[in-house]
T-cell receptor, first 115, second 111 residues
Framework: DTEVTQTPKHLVMGMTNKKSLKCEQH?????MYWYKQKAKKPPELMFV???????INESVPSRFSPECPNSSLLNLHLHALQPEDSALYLC??????????????FGPGTRLTVL | DQQVKQNSPSLSVQEGRISILNCDYT??????FLWYKKYPAEGPTFLIS?????DKNEDGRFTVFLNKSAKHLSLHIVPSQPGDSAVYFCAAISLGQNFVFGPGTRLSVLP
């Protein structure tokens, strides 16, 4: 099983809403990642979790709050987002610690629209 | 400053011919390179990778070539198929750092 799953596939939310994005992998990977991708741009790294601990936060605003409940799950809690936060949010996982030369496997993404 | 560059935003190739996608990098510390393929509204799919100690890696129709002295790598797809039409991202990584993605090249394979 080389699959990373993400739910929901699409999400529309208002600026005052609170919502969560979910990511799951059952490959036994120890590193999980959140990326944000705007149209016609490469993915931009937001957070890295290594062994369920946050190891990298790429200066992401606090309205994005990641959570790693266990080694298979990664959440991204959203609150008070802005319309410019509308993007495709990608989750990825990799076998290593998140700081090595290991291949990342991506989920299908959640298309987020903030009204 | 872009550490990973893909200077061709788009490329069109006839079905059955070779597609060559290019990638240049500036950071000599990169020691592992990957190619991802991405369809609209989907996550990137890993295609092929190459370690800096090699100059070629082949997997079916996909071959990646690495020229370390030129800091250049390329992805060859032979023969190209319409289903290969997608955006291709080159990514590079060095130990202790995270992925750096190039801006992507949109490949269109024409029937």
């Amino acid at each position: 099983d080389t699959e990373v799953t993400q739910t929901p596939k699409h999400l529309v939310m208002g600026m005052t809403n609170k919502k969560s994005l979910k990511c799951e992998q059952h490959m036994g990977h120890r590193a999980m990642y959140w990326y944000k991708q705007k149209a016609k741009k490469p993915p931009e790294l937001m957070f890295v979790y290594s062994y369920e601990k946050l190891s990298i936060n790429e200066s992401v605003p606090s309205r994005f709050s990641p959570e790693c409940p266990n080694s298979s799950l990664l959440n991204l809690h959203l609150h008070a987002l802005q319309p410019e936060d509308s993007a495709l949010y990608l989750c990825a996982s990799s076998q290593g610690t998140g700081m090595g030369t290991d291949t990342q496997y991506f989920g299908p993404g959640t298309r987020l629209t903030v009204l | 400053d872009q550490q990973v560059k893909q200077n061709s935003p788009s490329l069109s190739v006839q079905e059955g011919r070779i597609s060559i996608l290019n990638c240049d990098y500036t950071n000599s510390m990169f020691d592992y390179f990957l190619w991802y393929k991405k369809y609209p509204a989907e996550g990137p799919t890993f295609l092929i990778s190459i370690s800096s100690i090699k100059d070629k890696n082949e997997d079916g129709r996909f071959t990646v070539f690495l020229n370390k002295s030129a800091k250049h790598l390329s992805l060859h797809i032979v023969p190209s198929q319409p289903g290969d039409s997608a955006v291709y991202f080159c990514a590079a990584i060095s130990l202790g750092q995270n992925f750096v993605f190039g801006p992507g090249t949109r490949l269109s394979v024409l029937p």
